[in-house]
């Protein structure tokens, strides 16, 4: 689903590569972790997979498209078979919550009726069902990153990357929206969750890939992530609505692994 070969990514005016010869193959269904320190490559492996970036050699496979070989033009139409999702949530502050998930259907010319079908579903699913008139700033940052998950899955695509999604999030917020894009993996949605968050890697025990300076150092089935000592990490501020985020989760049951299926495969 997801294919790096022999990828080398070195950005304009840059001495050092970004990624140096990467090789990664994440299968269709698969949930992986991209962890390691800061600069160590998680977002250009990211960007690189978006087509946000080109790489400077080797071969980046995505749905089956080679993505050196996609022209721009083709780009948008790549981009509908993949969701992302962003440390800082990235909605549209204008908008309301439905507003900002029927948006991404829009974009892509979806009719009315399906919109009208969609965005309801999808909200219910991350659990912020009745909260599709606010706008934003009237949301709890976890529950931002709910609307956030939920324009990025709307239109059901096959991949769901997520970049740092939990880096603005308090530690227990942060596994309620971990244990949410597991259950979005668990409908059958390949999720690539780039992270520096050593909890809620070893709550999951997903497959890890590790980064250090531009290399996989670590590629593991069910792994762990020790972060280095020093090394930033996602400890985020305090976030005075986490009290209203618990509450949400417990209310979609999220936080109750049997009922959604928290078995390992
Ligand atoms: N647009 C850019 N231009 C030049 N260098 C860049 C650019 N983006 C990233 N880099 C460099 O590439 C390397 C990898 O950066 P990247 O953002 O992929 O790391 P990361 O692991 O995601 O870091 P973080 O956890 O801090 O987000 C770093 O040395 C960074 O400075």
Redesign the pocket.
């Given at each position: 689903m997801i294919r790096f070969d022999n990828v080398t990514?070195v950005?304009?005016?840059?001495t050092?590569p970004?990624?140096d010869d990467v090789n990664v193959n994440v299968e269709r269904g698969e949930f992986v972790f991209v962890v390691?320190?800061?600069?160590?490559?998680?977002?250009?492996?990211l960007?690189l997979a978006l087509r946000e970036?080109r790489a400077t050699s080797g071969t980046v496979l995505v749905a089956g498209q080679d993505l050196g070989s996609l022209s721009a033009r083709k780009v948008p139409r790549f981009r509908r078979e993949i969701g992302a999702v962003f440390q800082d949530f990235r909605l549209l502050p204008g908008k309301t919550v439905d507003q900002n998930v029927a948006f991404a259907l829009q974009v892509i010319g979806k009719p009315s009726s399906a919109i009208r079908q969609l965005v309801p579903e999808t909200l219910e699913m991350v659990g912020l069902e009745g909260k599709g008139k606010r706008l934003p700033h009237q949301l709890s940052g976890g529950e931002q990153q709910r609307v956030a998950i939920a324009r990025a899955v709307v239109n059901k695509p096959q991949i769901l990357l997520c970049?740092?999604p939990t880096g603005n999030l308090d530690p227990k917020i942060s596994l309620d929206i971990v244990h949410l894009l597991d259950r979005i993996n668990r409908t059958g949605t390949t999720v690539v969750m780039?992270t520096?968050d050593a909890d809620t890697v070893n709550q999951l025990r997903r497959r890890v890939v590790q980064?250090d300076e531009?290399h996989v150092v670590r590629d593991e089935q069910h792994g762990t992530y020790l972060a280095p000592i020093g090394a930033?990490t996602s400890s985020p501020p305090s976030d005075p609505d986490a009290v209203e985020d618990a509450e949400v989760a417990e209310e979609i049951g999220d936080l109750d692994p049997e009922r959604f299926g928290g078995e390992d495969r």
């Open positions: 990514k950005y304009p005016r840059s050092r970004a990624l390691g320190p800061s600069g160590s490559g998680k977002s250009t492996m960007r970036e970049d740092e780039a520096h980064l531009g930033a």
